[in-house]
Structures are given as structure tokens and as C-alpha cells.
């Protein structure tokens, strides 16, 4: 198949019409036209410019929501309530730790999911947290249980509880905003916007108010101290360069986070809950708070036109956002990639050492290395079948 016919069934299959491609790739619609018919053969730089403006425009891959953390406060201090009613995970799964966050004084820790108790006296109550890994296992656990997000946050309004802070992350697949272009629109201030601050981070590490790295381009838009901010980065070198995953196995490639706390946070739970349209409410955030443009004739900014990129992003012309479920096991991640770069070059060179001087001092030292009663829980909580870790249905 050649690049023509090649192009004419994607654009059928995708129900772009030649012009609507043309403009998206910048070429004209009789170019597209006679490549379609054979008539002219594009260069291998046009064949490229053509193929990802396809890509931006395929309705099925484009833009997929998350949750990507969330903190919830109930007024109860009976933690295992909240663990095996609301969780709907069996207590005796759960490690305890001495210590917490947030004024919390100990917590229960499933993997990645964190559940923390405060004193009797304090009117804290109990709180959940889950971020990004502990969202992912969440989804596993919620998938096993037949529950979706929307279950869990019915259930969790049946108490009286508190939204701390909720993360809605858009993934794209396809690159449909580019964040430096963004943040350069940013510094011309060619953008209508609530947001009194941002800041645009090049290649490098940054330390956000969650301590967590970032690298490549990141874009905040809003004060990270207020109860609404945005945070667009580049997802594919996060992944890249933090965890060594390879180029071509990386699915998004940037990451549109709306993250929402106390009222904002709330009055987002009951939008979604009320109607179930997900695009319909992460847009209307969006709308309200930030419109990128093209720069007119005049300073008037509001005849300036809205930024084509931008207005692909929230328009109607690809397809509907939809809340999704990115869930993985429960594993030992952060632990294998510590040990991964930090211990394994040293201990193969201790193995060696041992094998070359016909020594055993490396299983020896393991042999006499005692676990801790935490160590044995995490054993129980990576080996058990996950049916055995969760409540029955209808406890």
C-alpha cells in the first residue's frame, strides 16, 4: 500500500474530511487531494507533518482522564470502618506505621494506599490518601470489587466527609498541546486568564510542594499555594528520564492536571457525580479559567481569535474525554528501582568477589538477617490473592 491510499483509509476510518486535514497540517486540501489520488508524492518531511496531524486527530487515542491522587477526610476515627466499609479492604492486610502527614499521628498503609489516624480529642478524624501508584492500585482493587470512581465516591458520601484535594489528570496521547509553546505564550501574555502567576520550567528537575522530581517541560498555571491551580508537563521524559522507560513503549505524552482542593475540590465531586459527563465538567474548569489566543491586529484582546492548538484541545473536533482506569497490581516498584540503581551494581560485584575467592559471605549475611514484623506483613500483602485481601460483597 502506498502513502496515498495508505492516508485515504486512516482519514476514512478516523471521519476527517481532506479539508479538515489540510488545515490541521497546514497544506492545502488539493495537495492532500492528489496524494490521495496518486497524481503527486509527497516528501518524506510532508509525509511526516501529515502522519501527526492524523495522530492529533484520531478520535479514539486522543485525550483519557484519570484521577490521579486523592485526599478525603471523614469525621469518624474508627479506621476500620473506613478500611473495610469504605476501602472495602480486610484490616488485618493493612501495616501500621507510627507516624503520618497532615497532623495525623500514625497511619495504615496498604502499598501505595495510606489511611491516618489522629487522636480521639482532635477533630481530624481519619483520612485517605491516594496518589498517583496508590490511585493505579486503587483501580485494581475497585476493578476486583466490580466498583468504578463513581461507587466510591457515592459510598463515600453516605458519611460525612471532606474533599481535601482532588487531581484530574488529562493523558495525551498524541501531543495536541505543546508546553513550551504554551509557556512562551504565557511570557507574551497572549492568553485571557483567572490565574494572577505561572511558571514555566525547561529541561531539568523541579521540586513541587509534593517533594516529587520533575523533568522536561512543566507548566503551572495558578499559585500552588491556592485551591485551584494547573500543572501541564511533558509525561513522556518524566517517564523517560525517572523511571528509564524506553521512548517507544510510552503511551502519553504529556499530562494535563487540574488539581482542586476543599471547595473546589467538593463542588468537583458533586458536578461529577450529578451529571456523569466528565468532559463536560474538566472543560468547563478549564474554559473558566484559561483561554490561550492568537494575536490580532489590534490589543484588544478580546477580537483576537482563539489559539488553533488550543481550541482543538477543548473543542468538539476529536474525541469525547472519558474517564479511565490505568490499574496495576500491587507491586514492589519504588523498592525494585532503589535497588536497581543504588544496590544491585555493588552486590553483583560482591557475588563475583564471592565467586571468584570461593567465598560465601553474601548468603551468609542474608542467612543471618532477621525481618521485621513490617517486613512480614508486606511479604503477606505481595503474595496473597487479591480476593483474599478484600471484604465480601455486600459487607
Known amino acids: 500500500m502506498n502513502f496515498g491510499d495508505w492516508l485515504r483509509e486512516k482519514r476514512s476510518d478516523y471521519g476527517i474530511s481532506q479539508q479538515h486535514l489540510a488545515v490541521e497540517s497546514q497544506c492545502s486540501r488539493r495537495y492532500i487531494s492528489m496524494i490521495e489520488n496518486g497524481s503527486y508524492e509527497p516528501s518524506i518531511k510532508m509525509q511526516a507533518d501529515i502522519q501527526e496531524a492524523l495522530n492529533r486527530m484520531n478520535p ?21 470502618y473506613v478500611i473495610e466499609k469504605i476501602l472495602k479492604i480486610k484490616m488485618k492486610y493493612m501495616i501500621y506505621d507510627d507516624y503520618a502527614f497532615y497532623g495525623y499521628i500514625a497511619k495504615y498503609v496498604f502499598s501505595n494506599i ?5 487522636p480521639e480529642e482532635d477533630d481530624k478524624g481519619t483520612l485517605i490518601e491516594l496518589k498517583g501508584q496508590g490511585c493505579r492500585e486503587f ?9 468504578s470512581w463513581f461507587d466510591f465516591f ?25 508546553i513550551p509553546f504554551l509557556g512562551e505564550k504565557c511570557k507574551q501574555r497572549e492568553l485571557i486568564s483567572k490565574f494572577r502567576s505561572f511558571q514555566s520550567l ?37 517517564q523517560m528520564v525517572k523511571k528509564g522507560v524506553p521512548a517507544e513503549e510510552i503511551e502519553i505524552i504529556n499530562r494535563y492536571e487540574i488539581r ?19 468532559e463536560q465538567t474538566v472543560f468547563s474548569i478549564i474554559n473558566t479559567y484559561i483561554v490561550f489566543l492568537e494575536v490580532g491586529k489590534t490589543k484588544k484582546k478580546s477580537s483576537w481569535k482563539m489559539d488553533r492548538s488550543w481550541e482543538r484541545f477543548i473543542g468538539p473536533d476529536r474525541g469525547k474525554l472519558k474517564l479511565t482506569m490505568e490499574p496495576k497490581p500491587i507491586e514492589l516498584g519504588r523498592t525494585l528501582l532503589w535497588l536497581r540503581r543504588q544496590v544491585a551494581p555493588t552486590l553483583k560485584m560482591l557475588l563475583l568477589i564471592d565467586e571468584e575467592n570461593s567465598t560465601n559471605r553474601i548468603n551468609d549475611l542474608l542467612n543471618d538477617t532477621n525481618l521485621t514484623k513490617k517486613h512480614e506483613k508486606m511479604i503477606e500483602q505481595h503474595t496473597a490473592i487479591l480476593q483474599e485481601i478484600l471484604m465480601e460483597k455486600g459487607d
Do not use: P
Open 154 to 178: 457515592v459510598r463515600c458520601e453516605k458519611e460525612k466527609v471532606f474533599y481535601k484535594r482532588i487531581d484530574l489528570a488529562i493523558n495525551d496521547n498524541v501531543g495536541i498541546l505543546s
Open 60 to 80: 479514539g487515542k486522543e485525550l483519557e482522564l484519570v484521577f490521579d491522587y486523592v485526599r478525603i477526610r471523614f469525621e469518624t476515627h474508627d479506621v476500620q
Open 202 to 238: 525547561g529541561s531539568g528537575k523541579f521540586e513541587s510542594e509534593e517533594n516529587e522530581s520533575f523533568v522536561g517541560n512543566t507548566l503551572y498555571l495558578g499559585s500552588l499555594k491556592s485551591d485551584i491551580y494547573f500543572c501541564f508537563y511533558e509525561k513522556n521524559i518524566e
Open 260 to 278: 482542586l482542593k476543599n471547595d473546589r475540590a467538593y463542588n468537583t465531586i458533586q458536578d461529577l457525580l450529578v451529571y456523569r459527563d466528565v
Open 139 to 147: 483501580e485494581n482493587i475497585l476493578l476486583a470489587q466490580g466498583r
Open 114 to 118: 495510606q489511611v491516618m489516624i489522629s
